[in-house]
């Protein structure tokens, strides 16, 4: 089982910047892409959670359209890490951001990168972003 980490949030200003990082543990569980398809959702105050960008085996994505344009996600191989980028910040943008996986098919397709919320298997603590205006 998977476990993710998520760190990189925390307060900025409207039309600023973040990047959250999204690591596997313990690391020795191996390359975390070559078994689980990835993304990040967001939950604010009395709201859903909600999908933001998805990652699928190759270099699709996907973004919810409200940060179309505005939020790039990425993986680094490497580094067993994933990223979302997340640029021109606006208030609405306040909430708690989660890494989560989903088990890749027998095939070893994502089927496209997907961002519904009950398809995820692996959540991650979640990590603060707060935008002032």
């Known amino acids: 089982q998977v476990q993710l980490v998520e760190s990189g949030g925390g307060s900025v200003q409207a039309g600023g910047s973040l990047r959250l990082s999204c690591a596997s543990a313990?690391?020795?569980?191996?390359?975390?892409?070559?078994?689980?398809?990835m993304a990040w959702f967001r939950q604010a105050p009395a709201k859903e959670r909600e999908g933001v960008a998805a990652?699928?085996?190759?270099?699709?994505?996907r973004y919810t359209d409200s940060v179309n344009g505005r939020f790039t996600i990425s993986k680094d191989h490497a580094k067993n890490t994933l990223y979302l980028q997340m640029n021109s910040l606006k208030p609405e943008d306040t909430a708690v951001y989660y890494c989560?996986?989903?088990?890749?098919?027998?095939?070893?397709?994502?089927?496209?990168?997907?961002?519904?919320?009950?398809?995820?298997?692996?959540w991650g603590q979640g990590t603060q972003v707060t935008v002032s205006s």
């Open positions: 989560a996986a989903r088990p890749k098919s027998r095939g070893g397709s994502c089927s496209g990168a997907r961002l519904a919320v009950d398809e995820y298997n692996y």
């Open positions: 313990p690391s020795t569980y191996g390359n975390m892409y070559n078994r689980y398809c």
């Open positions: 990652i699928d085996s190759g270099a699709g994505t």
